[in-house]
């Protein structure tokens, strides 16, 4: 086993002045002594060629967030696989700590573990020390984290996490590829509408405001005084007490909006959701498309405390996040093949509600998933509603999603209108509840074996061992306990779908030919580059890859594959 720690100028491996500073590897016996290679200020001419030279001849090898180094190798030509990562091995023994290596081994072995010098190499002796430090406790962790793991921790981390670090870093040295013609399109659609819109609120504004105050849409003093004050309309949702508002300033959130009974409300909503689309990805995404075409993001297998993947910056303001892309043609479509390639996206079809009826054991769940039969058409039936009326499938696929996890009738009327747009009266949700918990007569009971292993352990456990610790099962508060318990049941099903996903991806990735690349993990589905010549026998791979049975996993899987020049719709422009 060999340790390792890059050293570099900065953050993001494709900033101007990216350069790698030094090396340092350790071997695994407790006699070995950390070595440090200098780079680029000790050898300005030659360091590119001596860092590919050096990592050639390096085995596989441990760090702490190890993707990092591996993604900045690659930025510059050379190659690193890992073996392990104490970070992801920390996470796994507790999700909810600090991951940081100097706040682990602080904790772990005491002392001041900070560096104070600059990123420079102007003390390469002060940094040389620093990284041989870093080098020691990356080994020493590895150990704690070793003796800290289960047998099935152990095993997920060796046959899916950490081939998924060597698969995200190739993927986030390739990049995204954006189509320059579809970003102008899109600008030029969501600002010929926001003007539009603006123009229709301009009419509606008062002769006479409030002295001082601007008139200004979005989460305004301005809006806030014009729709409570002026357009009369109730505050059904009020935030925190402040000097301005003693009881709590009326809310502007999405979910207030949605509430009110108004077509200035429903306009304001649209209005954000056009300024969302032009400042959160039109914007940056023009600003930050290289001389390729291609955007950049940074995955984290540590980013959520379940186990999903996440996505985001690379470093600061600098970076795409694609799980938050929205469900647009205009926005997804910008992720475009380029010429002779294609786009494949490979989607789990309702996942976890297939691992819901694996791990809550539900029989007639099982026994429908394996007839292969529609579990939105069954549940319409079970509530009443008649499944060949599009409206009514809609009510029961919310219903589906709603109450799996034991979401309360209050609650469940605001999850429908906030986000699926649909009214449903708290009459209508507490019938839907009991008849879905009566017809699905398995989940209750699984609610409470999971609430109740949850009690007697600390944590729930995906069915690969993958833990999330719940210490507000110990709270005092009831709140917080309702909360932790709820979490319970939730993170034993999200974490085993990410589970299923991501050991999905990996073998993809391991099978994938030519030119073929995987662009990004979105929650539940896979984007895959293919030359044209492959798109076929790709898809036909993905889908038979992600819909092979799993260890005891009863539930056939089901993934929808598409092929396409874009992700999503192709859309006329």
């Known amino acids: 086993m060999l340790f390792l720690d890059v050293e570099t100028t900065g953050l993001n491996p494709r900033s101007k002045d990216a350069a790698v500073l030094m090396v340092g590897i350790l071997g695994d016996k407790p006699e070995d002594e950390p070595r440090v290679f200098h780079m680029a200020s000790k050898y300005p001419e030659t360091w590119r060629q001596r860092f590919v030279k050096l990592c050639g001849k390096l085995p596989p090898v441990v760090g702490h967030n190890v993707k990092f180094d591996l993604v900045y190798a690659r930025r510059f030509g050379a190659h690193i696989e890992a073996a392990g990562d104490t970070l992801l091995g920390a996470h796994m023994v507790d999700e909810n700590r600090p991951l940081g290596l100097k706040s682990l081994m602080s904790d772990f072995m005491g002392g001041d573990w900070s560096y104070d010098g600059v990123w420079d190499d102007s003390d390469p002796e002060a940094m040389a020390a620093y990284l041989k430090k870093d080098l020691l406790a990356t080994r020493e962790l590895y150990r704690i984290n070793r003796n800290k793991l289960s047998a099935n921790q152990k095993k997920l981390l060796k046959k899916v996490v950490v081939p998924a670090i060597n698969m995200?870093?190739?993927?986030?040295?390739?990049?995204?590829?954006?189509?320059?013609?579809?970003?102008?399109?899109?600008?030029?659609?969501?600002?010929?509408?926001?003007?539009?819109?603006?123009?229709?609120?301009?009419?509606?504004?008062?002769?006479?405001?409030?002295?001082?105050?601007?008139?200004?849409?979005?989460?305004?003093?301005?809006?806030?005084?014009?729709?409570?004050?002026?357009?009369?309309?109730?505050?059904?949702?009020?935030?925190?007490?402040?000097?301005?508002?003693?009881?709590?300033?009326?809310?502007?959130?999405?979910k207030a909006l949605a509430y009110m009974d108004n077509p200035i409300a429903k306009t304001l909503l649209e209005r954000s959701r056009l300024k969302k689309n032009i400042d959160g990805f039109i914007t940056p995404y023009k600003e930050q498309i290289d001389e390729r075409g291609r955007l950049y993001t940074s995955f984290k297998l540590h980013g959520t405390v379940t186990g999903r993947l996440s996505s985001g910056k690379v470093c600061d303001g600098v970076g795409v996040n694609l799980q938050q892309v929205p469900k647009d043609p205009y926005i997804r479509g910008l992720v475009a093949a380029p010429e002779g390639y294609k786009i494949i996206e490979a989607d789990y079809s309702q996942l976890e509600l297939r691992v819901a009826a694996v791990v809550s054991r539900d029989k007639a769940m099982l026994e429908l998933y394996r007839q292969g039969g529609d579990i939105h058409a069954q549940t319409t039936r079970a509530i009443g509603l008649d499944p060949d009326n599009s409206f009514d499938r809609r009510k029961a696929k919310i219903v589906n999603f709603g109450f799996l996890y034991g979401m309360s009738a209050?609650?469940?009327?605001?999850?429908?209108?906030?986000?699926?747009?649909?009214?449903?009266?708290?009459?209508?949700?507490?019938?839907?509840?009991e008849d879905f918990f009566r017809h699905w007569s398995g989940l209750r009971p699984w609610h409470d074996r999971a609430k109740a292993r949850a009690h007697?352990?600390?944590?729930?456990?995906?069915?690969?061992?993958?833990?999330?610790?719940?210490?507000?099962?110990?709270?005092?508060?009831?709140?917080?306990?309702?909360?932790?318990?709820?979490?319970?049941?939730?993170?034993?099903?999200?974490?085993?779908?990410?589970?299923?996903?991501?050991?999905?991806?990996?073998?993809?990735?391991?099978?994938?030919?030519?030119?073929?690349?995987?662009?990004?993990?979105?929650?539940?589905?896979?984007?895959?580059?293919?030359?044209?010549?492959?798109?076929?026998?790709?898809?036909?791979?993905?889908?038979?890859?992600?819909?092979?049975?799993?260890?005891?996993?009863?539930?056939?899987?089901?993934?929808?594959?598409?092929?396409?020049?874009?992700?999503?719709?192709?859309?006329d422009v």
């Open 168 to 254: 995200l870093a190739e993927t986030e040295d390739y990049g995204i590829p954006i189509s320059r013609d579809k970003l102008d399109i899109a600008e030029h659609k969501y600002t010929s509408e926001l003007a539009k819109i603006d123009a229709e609120l301009q009419s509606e504004i008062p002769s006479e405001i409030p002295e001082g105050m601007q008139v200004k849409w979005g989460t305004t003093n301005f809006q806030r005084w014009f729709l409570y004050d002026y357009l009369g309309i109730p505050k059904k949702e009020v935030g925190k007490p402040t000097k301005a508002f003693p009881n709590g300033a009326p809310s502007l959130s999405k």
């Open 410 to 433: 209050k609650s469940f009327v605001q999850f429908a209108k906030v986000s699926y747009g649909t009214d449903i009266t708290l009459d209508e949700a507490e019938q839907f509840r």
């Open 456 to 571: 007697k352990l600390g944590y729930s456990s995906t069915m690969f061992g993958r833990r999330r610790h719940l210490p507000g099962l110990y709270s005092s508060d009831e709140y917080e306990v309702a909360a932790a318990e709820r979490q319970a049941v939730n993170s034993q099903v999200q974490g085993t779908g990410s589970d299923i996903m991501l050991r999905a991806a990996v073998q993809v990735w391991s099978s994938l030919e030519g030119d073929s690349h995987i662009l990004g993990l979105v929650h539940d589905a896979v984007l895959v580059l293919v030359p044209d010549d492959l798109a076929d026998t790709t898809a036909s791979m993905l889908k038979g890859v992600m819909e092979q049975p799993l260890p005891h996993f009863d539930c056939p899987l089901v993934a929808d594959v598409e092929i396409g020049t874009c992700w999503g719709p192709e859309i």
